[in-house]
């Protein structure tokens, strides 16, 4: 069955970095778009980051455009988001996400916090 599972969160301080990582397994990674969102307490989750199947294309949210990079290994069937410049607003939960005939699939999230 598809599982994605994400890693790398965690406390940093304002102007810090991340790196969150997702191993997908169960599908074909290479064929699929690969998504990052976030959820922040009291908020509704946003779509922070998509990259395309083979990496060539990727979009941002205005919000961390020019902070955030999204890239992707499909020998290690990996997605990640380099998380640079943070400040308090980006603390949440971070999900990845792909979408298999119209089915979503989510992981179980990793929390990342930024507080001095």
């Known amino acids: 069955q598809v599982q994605l599972v994400e890693s790398g969160g965690g406390l940093v301080q304002p102007g810090g970095s991340l790196r969150l990582s997702c191993e997908a397994s169960?599908?074909?990674?290479?064929?699929?778009?690969m998504r990052w969102f976030r959820q922040a307490p009291g908020k509704e989750r946003e779509l922070v980051a998509l990259?395309?199947?083979?990496?060539?294309?990727?979009n941002y949210a205005d919000s961390v455009k020019g902070r955030f990079t999204i890239s992707r290994d499909n020998a290690k069937n990996t997605v990640y988001l380099q998380m640079n410049s943070l400040k308090p607003d980006d603390t949440a939960v971070y999900y990845c996400n792909t979408q298999l005939k119209f089915l979503d699939y989510w992981g179980q999230g990793t929390q990342v916090t930024v507080s001095s």
């Open positions: 990259i395309t199947s083979a990496g060539g294309l990727t």
């Open positions: 169960g599908f074909t990674f290479s064929s699929y778009a």
